[in-house]
């Protein structure tokens, strides 16, 4: 009997030893849920400050458009070519028309002006 009894301890004691430990778990869990708290901290602050940059930039095309006045500063040169409302922001290559605003230039796969196919748009900024 005595000599069960020695055995069967040391095989719960190899079986307990090769089984990951209850503290162990515990800490890889909480580790798990402290990064994804943090990637959705992270997302969320990502996605406010898009939506600031949205807000900012709306308010600057108002603040341009204002400034024109209602006839747009000089004539309709100073409008999108598409929509007629907003001020130039977007310059097309090759052909270098600045021609668009942004909203329309995220649309746009081919110039309003000269019809060549846009291989890049660049954001400008034009003085009045």
Excluded at 66 to 84: E, F, L, N, T, Y
């Amino acid at each position: 009997m005595s000599g069960d009894s020695s055995a069967a301890p040391s095989a719960a004691a190899r079986k307990a030893a090769h089984q990951p430990g209850f503290f162990r778990r515990f800490l890889e869990l909480l580790l798990l849920l402290v990064s994804s708290l943090a990637a959705l901290f992270f997302f969320k602050s990502a996605e406010d400050a898009a939506a600031e940059k949205k807000r900012l930039e709306d308010e600057l095309r108002r603040v341009r458009r204002r400034r024109r006045g209602p006839s747009g500063g000089s004539g309709d040169g100073g409008k999108c070519a598409v929509c007629m409302d907003n001020p130039l922001e977007v310059a097309l290559e090759p052909c270098g028309h600045v021609c668009l605003c942004r909203d329309c230039g995220a649309r746009i796969d081919a110039c309003p002006v000269c019809r060549a196919k846009v291989e890049q748009k660049k954001d400008v900024f034009l003085s009045t």
